[in-house]
C-alpha cells in the first residue's frame, strides 16, 4: 500500500512527539513515529525512570505501541531529539527494530526537521536472530 505521508510529514510527527517525552534526568527529548506499511503511524516518546535503566527510548515506545495494535509491517522510522546534529537510534532499539524490519528506512532529523536516512541493517550489521529449528 502505497505510504499515507511523506517523510518530512513523518519528522515532522516525531518532532511533535518529542512534546510528551518524559525525561527529567537527562533533558533530552527525543520523538519517534513510525509508518506501517498499511499507512497507519504510530509515535513514541523517551520515558525516563529514577532508577535509570529502567529508562524506555522512544523507538521502542513507537514499535511496542505499533506491535500492540497489531501492526507488524513497518515503511520507516522518523527520530528526532532537541538537540544539534542526527539523532540515531542505540544498539537496543536497532535489535528489537531488526526483529520485525531489518531493511526499514530510518529518517534521523535534527530539531530542524532536516535528516539522514540510513537503514537499520546499515546501523547494525549481524543482529542477533533467534535460531530456529527444522519444522518449526
Ligand atoms: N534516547 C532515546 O529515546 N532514543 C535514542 O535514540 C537515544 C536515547 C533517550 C533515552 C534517554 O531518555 C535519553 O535519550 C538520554 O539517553
Redo the contacts with the bound molecule.
Keep these: 500500500m502505497a505510504a499515507a505521508c511523506s517523510d518530512a510529514e513523518l519528522v515532522g510527527l516525531a518532532l511533535a512527539a518529542r512534546g510528551n ?1 518524559y ?1 527529567p ?2 533533558r ?3 520523538g ?1 513515529a513510525l509508518l506501517t506499511t498499511g499507512g497507519r503511524v504510530f509515535t ?5 525512570n529514577g532508577s535509570y535503566g529502567l ?7 513507537a514499535v511496542f505501541a505499533a506491535v500492540a495494535g497489531g501492526e507488524r509491517g513497518f515503511a520507516a522510522l522518523a ?1 528526532a ?1 532537541d538537540r544539534e546534529g542526527y ?4 544498539g537496543a ?1 536497532l535489535q528489537v527494530l531488526s526483529e520485525f524490519a531489518p531493511s526499514l528506512r530510518l529518517l534521523l532529523a535534527d530539531v530542524r526537521g532536516d535528516f539522514e536516512v540510513k537503514t537499520v541493517a546499515e546501523l547494525l550489521p549481524g543482529a542477533f536472530r533467534f535460531p530456529r529449528g527444522e519444522g518449526e
Design positions: 517525552a525525561a534526568y537527562s533530552y527529548r527525543v519517534a513514541g516518546c523517551n520515558v525516563e529508562t524506555v527510548c522512544a523507538e521502542r515506545v527520530v531529539a539523532c540515531r537510534p542505540c532499539c
